[in-house]
């Protein structure tokens, strides 16, 4: 049992050490970071307050800002920036409150860098005078180490004092490619993947450009084209630039100051912070918002994929009408599937045609995303349908579909806005984030077993639309250098994260992440499964990874914190299945 009503003080109270340098330049804290506040609301409260000493902003983020802080970090989330750590490495202290009610205050040692906090202030701050017990200060990396990803068991995470860096710009970059010309790239680093110039023809930015490149993410395409051989891929590459007087993204982002608030008290309130879409460029005008194009909602309501099916079904009419003298892009770019040649396709395309068009009679910009491509899947891939060819066809014009709705959303762009609107892209208004199911897999970047899980999804892939199913959504790869925490993902030098999301109204895409999960846990491949996502590890599993065998005992050394604040087990308030499946117990 947890009293929490005394939980009222703020650590900033009790800080002691001035704005040191590190990292970007230089480097603020900020405290009173509770354990349900957003990332979003970070930004609101202070990266938006105009009053706030800055601007300032995070190294890193993770893709979507709905998460709470603590929940963020204590899970390992993380972005895409592969010369720089995770999220949880920005965390500097932590303020834990273990089973039994005992207060902790924990710590991060860093030679150079000063003390954080006084110790008579804290104790001052968490003593009997305002309610507490007295409170147990520790600086000690391996305790703190523990504890920034302890996912929840060692206690309530009442509060953090998180890094911040002086606000900036970024430059993102995303190109098309494929998958086969590129993947052997990735594992010989430095690769030329992560080594891109910023400046070229195609764009110019208004900031200056700092630094080489930051990040990469490689979205993959996992229905196939050129007849199963090629996996469209969109590679998105970003570049740190300085802070322009009105920067791209503040505005759509944060907004006009509605409450100015209170300073220590009430947190200001911003217009738009919290409460929208993530932010998209104009295509018109790169420097410019835009609305938010519908495929960044998985389960809005669309029609964007109308004109994708009108595209598709009026390149097949053409094909089928001119008897195969006229092949369009998509159809050269898909080819003849399964070794059957686009002629001997053409009565089967004609039916296919039809489908397609009584398809399009039932879209309605009230039809969701998901609908479309559930129906069109099921028209398409028909497994029950005797005539081969009949079925190569369904298969060939769902890929055709499949890969236009890849491109549009993996189009090529340019353009520039302030760090956060460009790595926070999460949709504050949207509430159906339920129909959307993922995991994610870490690898050590150069290792070889990376590609062969890729390989895998996409050879899964193409085997299920043979039996009327398919994945709609992507792998994407994202890249992040080590953490420091003992049990977190990111263990090796370079890391790649494997995310595999699908839309679960769609059959197929829980049976892709079913497999990817198992194929993850397979010792030989070896993948790590993220603490916040689907995991189905075992402490057998948990041990092979992070115990002796994997180079360090990371786990035995976790396991060491947890049972001092556990009592050697005795305090198990914090434990659950979960824990206990997964092996984070003493």
């Known amino acids: 049992m947890l009293a929490t009503k005394t939980l009222e003080t703020h650590p900033a109270d009790a800080h002691a050490a001035p704005q040191s340098t590190m990292g970007l330049g230089r480097t603020t804290f900020l405290g009173d970071v509770s354990d349900v506040t957003t990332l979003g609301g970070l930004i609101n409260d202070t990266f938006g307050n105009r009053g706030f000493g800055g601007p300032w902003g995070f190294a890193t983020l993770g893709g979507a800002g709905g998460q709470t802080i603590v929940g963020a970090f204590s899970t390992g989330t993380h972005g895409g920036d592969f010369d720089r750590p995770p999220i949880a490495d920005s965390v500097q202290a932590i303020h834990l409150v273990v089973d039994g009610g005992k207060h902790y205050w924990i710590e991060r040692v860093e030679g150079g860098v000063p003390q954080l906090t006084d110790d008579d202030a804290l104790r001052d701050l968490y003593g009997p005078a305002n309610g507490f017990e007295e409170i147990e200060i520790i600086r000690d990396n391996q305790t703190f180490d523990a504890t920034v990803i302890s996912v929840g068991r060692f206690g309530a995470i009442y509060s953090a004092i998180l890094k911040a860096v002086p606000q900036y710009s970024l430059y993102e970059r995303r190109r098309l490619d494929y998958w086969q010309d590129i993947k052997e790239t990735i594992r010989e680093l430095p690769a030329k993947l992560f080594e891109a110039p910023a400046l070229n023809k195609d764009f110019k930015p208004a900031g200056t450009v700092f630094g080489p490149q930051r990040f990469l993410q490689i979205a993959v395409c996992l229905a196939p084209s050129a007849n199963n051989t090629r996996n469209r891929v969109g590679i998105t590459q970003r570049w740190t630039l300085s802070l322009t007087s009105r920067p ?125 491509m559930n129906t069109v899947k099921n028209r398409l891939l028909d497994p029950d349908n005797p005539d081969p060819l009949a079925r190569a066809a369904g298969v060939f014009a769902w890929q055709m579909i499949y890969n236009k709705a890849f491109e549009g959303q993996q189009s090529p762009t340019d353009f520039e806005a302030i760090s956060y609107a460009v790595m926070d892209k999460h949709h504050y208004g949207n509430y159906c984030e339920v129909n959307v199911d993922s995991v994610e897999v870490f690898f050590d970047a150069a290792d070889t077993r990376l590609i062969a899980f890729v390989d895998a999804l996409i050879a899964f892939e193409i085997a299920q639309e043979h039996h009327g199913k398919s994945m709609v959504g992507y792998a994407s790869l994202r890249f992040t250098g080590p953490t420091s925490a003992l049990i977190g993902m990111e263990r090796f030098e370079t890391n790649c994260a494997v995310e595999v999301a699908c839309l679960r109204d769609v059959t197929g895409g829980q049976e892709l992440i079913d497999f990817a999960v198992t194929l993850a846990r397979n010792p030989n491949i070896g993948g790590i499964l993220h603490w916040g996502q689907r995991n189905d590890c075992t402490r057998t599993d948990i041990d092979r990874l992070f115990g002796p065998t994997s180079g360090s005992d990371r786990i035995g050394a976790w396991r060491e914190v947890l049972d001092r604040f556990t009592d050697g087990g005795q305090l198990n308030a914090f434990s659950n299945a979960f824990t206990r499946r997964i092996g984070l117990e003493p």
């Open 248 to 372: 791209p993204g503040r505005e759509e982002r944060v907004g006009a100051l509605i409450d100015p608030g209170q300073p220590g008290e009430i947190d200001p309130e911003f217009e738009r912070v919290g409460k929208g879409p993530g932010y998209s460029p104009d295509p018109n005008d790169p420097r410019k918002g835009a609305q938010p194009s519908l495929l960044e909602i998985a389960c809005s309501r669309d029609s964007f994929l109308k004109g994708i099916i009108e595209g598709v079904a009026n390149e097949i009419k053409v094909f089928v009408e001119s008897d195969g003298a006229v092949v369009g892009a998509g159809i050269a770019a898909t080819a003849a599937f399964g070794g059957v040649g686009l002629l001997a396709l053409i009565p089967a395309l004609g039916l296919i045609l039809l489908a397609l068009y009584a398809i399009l009679d039932l879209i309605d910009d009230d039809t969701r995303f998901s609908e479309v």
